[in-house]
T-cell receptor, first 115, second 120 residues
Framework: AQSVAQPEDQVNVAEGNPLTVKCTYS??????LFWYVQYPNRGLQFLLK??????LVKGSYGFEAEFNKSQTSFHLKKPSALVSDSALYFC?????????????FGTGTRLKVLA | GAVVSQHPSRVICKSGTSVKIECRSL??????MFWYRQFPKQSLMLMAT?????????EQGVEKDKFLINHASLTLSTLTVTSAHPEDSSFYIC????????????????FGPGTRLTVL
């Protein structure tokens, strides 16, 4: 079965330190990959996506992610965390050639940035 | 760009009543809209996919007669929860996919802010 894993329910990081939120996937073919952030009682905000090309993708609010085909990963990173980055982060995947545009979501990772 | 709105943001209703939630793409035409349900501290559960002018496609286990979806135009989709019961209380989120972005086919979904439904 095709799936997306976010192995950490919660990640704690000190303000100013680099942060990483992990995402691995198990889908057929090369997927389209997305990261979203959700603040409390709000919808999801688009951060970045990988479709093709350069494996390092830069997105909103200083976030970036690297597509690693051999490790089937798409980890989200930021060089210096802010307290305002504290939120729920979702990785999503569309298997290429799936014939639909439906996302397969990870379970989400709660990021807590400590002042 | 790519703004999606939802209305209402919060609704409280009595058991047995019906509730309509609107989802609008404000600055683009959405060929496909999706409706999700999110339980506390959980991921999003896709309920249905709707394409403008055609019937919605429901995910397995989602009652189509209970969750009526209408996608009457390229900028508006509605979800009606019919005869709502307390177990329907949840956070409902819509998303919209533009057919094209910058002249190129896109797969990115843009999400609305969500609607908190509480059924008493």
């Amino acid at each position: 079965a095709q799936s997306v894993a976010q192995p950490e329910d919660q990640v704690n990081v000190a303000e100013g330190n680099p942060l990483t939120v992990k995402c691995t996937y198990s889908v057929s073919g090369n997927p389209y990959l997305f990261w979203y952030v959700q603040y409390p009682n709000r919808g999801l905000q688009f951060l970045l996506k990988y479709i093709t090309g350069d494996n390092l993708v830069k997105g909103s609010y200083g976030f970036e992610a690297e597509f690693n085909k051999s490790q089937t990963s798409f980890h989200l990173k930021k060089p210096s965390a802010l307290v305002s980055d504290s939120a729920l982060y979702f990785c999503a995947v569309i298997p290429k050639g799936s014939g639909t545009y439906k996302y397969i979501f990870g379970t989400g990772t709660r990021l807590k940035v400590l002042a | 760009g790519a703004v999606v709105s939802q209305h209402p943001s919060r609704v409280i209703c009595k058991s047995g009543t019906s509730v309509k939630i609107e989802c609008r793409s404000l600055d683009f035409q959405a060929t496909t809209m999706f409706w999700y349900r999110q339980f506390p501290k959980q991921s999003l559960m896709l309920m249905a996919t709707s394409n403008e002018g055609s019937k919605a496609t429901y995910e397995q286990g989602v009652e189509k007669d209970k969750f009526l979806i209408n996608h009457a135009s390229l900028t508006l989709s509605t979800l009606t929860v019919t005869s709502a019961h307390p177990e329907d209380s949840s956070f409902y989120i819509c998303s919209a996919r533009a057919g094209l972005e910058g002249g190129r086919r896109t797969d990115t979904q843009y999400f609305g802010p969500g609607t908190r439904l509480t059924v008493l």
